[in-house]
């Protein structure tokens, strides 16, 4: 199983990023999908997740109203549109797969699958 996160880069404030995290080995509609991130010297947060279905979706609160999640099945991929970025949204970006493909989880424990991340780095 591989999850491959891109579509990280160096973006100024106020700009966008459209990650995308393409899977292989699974089909991504028995599994919800999750975003998280690790600024540098900080611990991993959760981002945003969203069910097998794109029927349910969940936001942190720092994120909410910039942060959009999707999911094409077909393509076996998923995506994070992020918009208004801010400094503070620089870090490590990762997309994970969970089991438990109806709910969409903030908890990082439920994730069974996690791809190599990709940088988001925005300047001020």
């Known amino acids: 199983v591989q999850l491959q996160a891109s579509g990280g880069g160096l973006v100024q404030a106020g700009g966008s990023l459209r990650l995308s995290c393409a899977v292989s080995g699974l089909s991504v509609s028995n599994y919800a999908m999750g975003w998280f991130r690790q600024a540098p010297g900080k611990e991993r947060e959760f981002v945003s997740a969203?069910?097998?279905?794109?029927?349910?979706?969940v936001y942190s609160d720092s994120v909410k109203g910039r942060f959009t999640i999707s999911r094409d099945n077909a393509k076996n991929t998923v995506y994070l549109q992020m918009n208004s970025l801010k400094p503070e949204d620089t870090g490590v970006y990762y997309c994970a797969a969970s089991t438990n493909a109806f709910e969409a989880e903030s908890n990082s424990n439920v994730y069974a699958y996690w791809g190599q991340g990709t940088l988001v780095t925005v300047s001020s």
């Open positions: 969203v069910s097998w279905s794109g029927g349910r979706t």
